[in-house]
């Protein structure tokens, strides 16, 4: 098969049905199947979704998985990736539509650029505007950068900035939201699925960081379009931006990322630094400067599993 469609659902099948009306017609030529995979849900989003597909006579086509447990995004897609065989996986969020065009514009680049292995569209607002999507690897660094988020230091330290701006061109990022993401077969014979010790956020970093690690690279071509609404799928983005505590998985998520790839030590380090980074914004907000950085506990909650760094999410965990 040529391409393998993902879509993971958790209690939004309206999203997912929206998702679905904008999907089809996109695909309508292509040889390509769509996995639906319901993460558990535990409300009527599998009857919601199953009426919907048969009523537009879509039951070959679209796949519907009930997973046994929520596992997360990485294990949500294991599933649908590992229900099909094809050439390609698109990775696509239940909060984003795609554009006219967006996957067809996706082959073509995977045919243009075959050095390498995953594939971003442009994400966007309805309204149009860019969202940025491509971004450098966070480092411990960085993690200081972020916490202290002061201009002089994000200039002399520029390299080690995370977001990019919302390119118009094609670029090649160190890694890309995998709210929409195309993968090569081959990359993940080379690497192995998402690693599913993340249950939510990094674990698309991890899997880039892995892939260019194989020598897989990342390239995003904006003329792909795709809506990506935020915040459907997660309430991490909201809380943030209330500067509310954000969930445990976040930073469990965080932990098992540093831990990876900068060991023990770089993990502690990138701890440190940000302590650092978070003493120089309250240097700046006692001289009168608007405070831009850390949510509320995040002082602490930096050091969830600090000990235990590969520690697994567990269930208990969605409650802390």
């Known amino acids: 098969m040529m391409l393998a469609i993902v879509i993971i659902n958790f209690r939004t099948p309206q999203l997912i049905v929206d998702c679905l009306t904008g999907l089809l017609p996109e695909i309508s030529i292509l040889d390509a199947k769509v996995v639906v995979v319901d993460n558990c849900s535990g409300d009527d989003s599998l009857a919601v979704i199953d009426a919907w597909r048969t009523a537009h006579d879509r039951r070959q086509q679209i796949e ?6 929520n596992g997360g995004f990485a294990s949500g897609n294991n599933i649908g990736i590992r229900m099909v065989t094809a050439q390609y996986y698109l990775l696509l969020n239940s909060d984003a539509l795609v554009r006219p065009g967006a996957i067809a514009t996706l082959l073509e680049t995977a045919q243009q650029y075959p050095d390498a292995g995953l594939y ?22 960085s993690e200081f ?23 118009t061109s094609i670029a090649r990022p160190e890694w890309t939201s995998f709210a929409c993401v195309m993968v090569r077969r081959e990359v993940l014979d080379a690497v192995g699925l998402l690693d599913e010790g993340y249950f939510m956020y990094f674990e698309d970093m991890a899997f880039c960081r892995k892939a260019r690690q194989a020598g897989w690279g990342v390239v995003h071509n904006p003329d792909a379009r795709v809506v990506h609404l935020r915040g459907g799928t997660s309430t991490v983005k909201a809380s943030a931006s209330r500067k509310k505590r954000v969930p445990r998985y976040y930073y469990e998520s965080r932990t098992r990322y540093f831990y990876q790839f900068y060991g023990i030590i770089g993990l502690w380090v990138a701890n440190l630094l940000w302590w650092c980074g978070r003493a120089i914004a309250k240097l700046r907000l006692w001289l009168g400067h608007r405070d831009k950085t850390a949510v509320e506990r995040q002082w602490l909650d930096i050091w969830t599993n600090a000990m235990t760094p590969l520690r697994p ?8």
Do not use: N
């Open 120 to 141: 971003s569209p442009r994400l966007e607002w309805p309204d149009g505007r860019g969202q940025e999507s491509c971004f450098r690897f966070h480092t411990p660094v």
């Open 145 to 167: 950068m972020g916490a202290a988020h002061t201009g002089i230091i994000d200039r002399l330290l520029q390299r080690f900035v995370v977001y990019w701006p919302v390119q």
């Open 313 to 320: 999410y567990t269930a208990s965990d969605a409650q802390k």
């Open 64 to 69: 519907l998985v009930a997973a046994p447990t």
